[in-house]
T-cell receptor, first 113, second 111 residues
Framework: NAGVTQTPKFRILKIGQSMTLQCTQD?????MYWYRQDPGMGLKLIYY???????DKGEVPNGYNVSRSTTEDFPLRLELAAPSQTSVYFC????????????FGQGTRLTVV | ELKVEQNPLFLSMQEGKNYTIYCNYS?????LYWYRQDPGKSLESLFV?????AVKQEGRLMASLDTKARLSTLHITAAVHDLSATYFC???????????FGKGTKLSVKP
């Protein structure tokens, strides 16, 4: 029962470096999401995908990029990391149907110094 | 777009006491979700409320939805330390199926 798997769990980046946060799900879900969580602020949507080959921006997309080449994988790319990107990142997925719940990965804690 | 407000944001309770967390949302919605997050952990789905008047219970937690009042409540009965966590309510964000989250209620249950 893997569900949604994210790697890495922790990462420290220097300003200007790049990295990819990996997310994979084994539930054959069409919908996948990337959120960031900052202290006391709830979760904010970065990017989402409604199926392989289809992605779109969420509320806070600047500084990030995504791709969705398969149903299972939805990587999040950070280019030119900035301190404002220090956050906890969660990947989530859900099945089709308006009323299905979302399942979350374990999170990636990223610090940019 | 939907806005979700939770209150209180911080709640310190004694074991054995009852309390309610409130979740107000700004636009008409036919569903509402509650999640629990332990420190440093992921979000765990607690309840999915799908219609007006929906009530769901799991152990010492009971959630309800009043779509006319745009209000959901999470009631805690006879709190125990294991319930200490942050609780989020969330509503549907739009056709893309994402969730709009409240800021969370950090619950601390003390002996």
């Amino acid at each position: 029962n893997a569900g949604v798997t994210q790697t890495p769990k922790f990462r420290i980046l220097k300003i200007g470096q790049s990295m990819t946060l990996q997310c994979t799900q084994d539930m054959n879900h069409n919908y996948m999401y990337w959120y960031r969580q900052d202290p006391g602020m709830g979760l904010k949507l970065i990017y989402y995908s409604v199926g392989a080959g289809i992605t779109d921006k969420g509320e806070v997309p600047n500084g990030y990029n995504v791709s969705r080449s398969t149903t299972e994988d939805f990587p999040l790319r950070l280019e030119l990391a900035a301190p404002s990107q220090t956050s906890v990142y969660f990947c989530a997925s859900r099945g089709s149907g308006r009323r299905t719940e979302a399942f979350f990965g374990q999170g990636t804690r990223l610090t940019v110094v | 777009e939907l806005k979700v407000e939770q209150n209180p944001l911080f709640l310190s309770m004694q074991e054995g006491k009852n309390y309610t967390i409130y979740c107000n949302y700004s636009t008409t919605s036919d569903r509402l979700y509650w999640y629990r997050q332990d420190p440093g952990k992921s979000l765990e789905s607690l309840f999915v409320l799908l219609s007006n008047g929906a009530v769901k219970q799991e152990g010492r937690l009971m959630a309800s939805l009043d779509t006319k009042a745009r209000l959901s409540t999470l009631h805690i009965t006879a709190a125990v330390h294991d319930l200490s966590a942050t609780y989020f309510c969330a509503g549907p964000g739009g056709s893309q199926g994402n969730l709009i989250f409240g800021k969370g209620t950090k619950l601390s249950v003390k002996p």
